[in-house]
């Protein structure tokens, strides 16, 4: 049971360490493309674009897990990959033309749909870490008990091959002493 458990929580180790790590990710990349098109200009422009670079590695790896893939519908992943593959095109000023026209920024409206994208995966990995640490906690719960319980049969069985180790004693020396 020992040998189990530990297994069982070496393994929600690792799944809440790489689940953590997609969380920040996808808070960084969140973040990054929220501070698109806030007119930031130079030195403050070239920092935005390396953070979005490396964030892009981050979502890259949390869109490698498999219950990401199956979450999202096809068309969210393709923008997912579209976006993991050239960042520059979901931040990427529009046009004069299209800036007059649009009255909520000057950025492509593609960083509004990845951002959402992206809450979206974030609100998955979050949902699918709290579910996982109350499994974990509801095993430990479980193991613990176990362990208790195991414990006090021990102790009764320990307690009875004393008396009957006794009693057997006894009995010789009775034998012993009427020979």
């Known amino acids: ?18 689940g953590e790590q997609c969380i920040g990710a996808m808070e960084s990349a969140i973040k ?5 098109g806030a007119g930031k200009k ?24 498999t219950a990401i893939q199956h979450s999202l519908s096809e068309n969210d992943l393709e923008t997912v990959r579209h976006f993991v593959a050239a960042p520059q095109d979901f931040v990427t000023p529009q046009s004069s033309l299209l800036q007059a026209q649009n009255p909520h920024g000057d950025y492509a409206p593609q960083s509004t749909q990845i951002q959402g994208i992206l809450k979206s995966m ?27 319980s195991k414990k006090d049969e021990l102790e009764t069985m320990e307690e009875t ?3 009957q180790t006794m009693d057997e004693a006894e009995k010789s020396k009775a034998v012993v002493e009427n020979k």
């Open 1 to 18: 049971a020992t040998e189990i458990r530990e297994k069982e929580n070496d393994e929600y180790e690792k799944e809440r360490a790489e």
């Open 42 to 65: 130079g030195f403050l422009e070239t920092m935005q674009e390396a953070q979005l670079l490396s964030v892009v590695a981050g979502v890259r790896s949390a869109l490698s897990r």
């Open 161 to 163: 091959l004393e008396t």
């Open 122 to 148: 974030y609100d998955s990995f979050t949902s699918d870490l709290e579910k996982a640490n109350g499994e974990e906690a509801e095993k430990q719960k479980n193991y613990e008990e176990l362990i208790e």
């Open 32 to 36: 990054v493309l929220t501070g698109a």
